[in-house]
C-alpha cells in the first residue's frame, strides 16, 4: 500500500489488484495525487471492469497511467484515452505532495514535480521549471 494511502487505501487497494502478477503492484507517486488516481479507476471502470492496470507513476513532473482494457471496441479504447488523458493534464495543476493547486517545478539536479508553492519550498525546487 502507497505510504500515506489514507481515505484512498481500500481504493487503491483495489487498483493495485489489476495489476497482473508478475509486473509488481505499486503505485510510484506521491499522495496529492491518489484522489486523481482513484477518480480514473472509477470511470474507467465503470466503462470496463475488467481493465488492467500496468502502471501508475510520476515521470516527467506528471502523472502516467498506462492500462489495457479489456474490450476490443474501439469506442472504448478512445474513451479510456481520453480519460486517461484528461487525469494526465489534471496532475500538471495538481501538487503531487499536498493535491493543492501547482505547477511544474525544478530541483537543482533538474528532477522535475508538479509542486504547490509550500512544497516546493519544503523541498527545494523552484518554480517554474
Not at 507513476?57 to 472504448?76: H, I, M, N, Q, W
Not at 501547482?102 to 514535480?113: D, F
Not at 512544497?119 to 523552484?126: E, F, I, L, P, T
Amino acid at each position: 500500500m502507497p505510504e500515506g494511502a489514507g481515505p484512498y487505501a481500500a481504493r487503491l487497494e483495489a487498483l493495485l489488484r489489476r495489476i497482473p502478477d508478475g509486473w509488481g503492484r505499486w503505485v510510484s507517486c506521491d499522495a496529492g495525487w491518489f484522489e486523481l488516481i482513484v477518480d480514473l479507476d472509477a470511470a474507467l471502470s465503470a466503462l470496463d471492469p475488467d481493465y488492467r492496470v500496468e502502471q501508475v507513476k510520476e515521470k516527467f513532473g506528471t502523472l502516467r497511467y498506462y492500462c489495457t482494457p479489456t474490450s476490443e471496441d474501439a469506442d472504448v479504447w478512445c474513451r479510456f484515452d481520453d480519460l486517461v488523458r484528461v487525469a494526465e493534464d489534471r496532475s500538471a495543476e495538481t501538487c503531487e505532495r499536498c493535491g493543492r493547486p501547482g505547477r511544474m517545478c525544478r530541483s537543482s539536479m533538474r528532477w522535475l514535480k508538479t509542486l504547490c508553492r509550500d512544497c516546493a519550498a519544503a523541498s527545494g525546487y523552484v518554480s517554474p521549471a
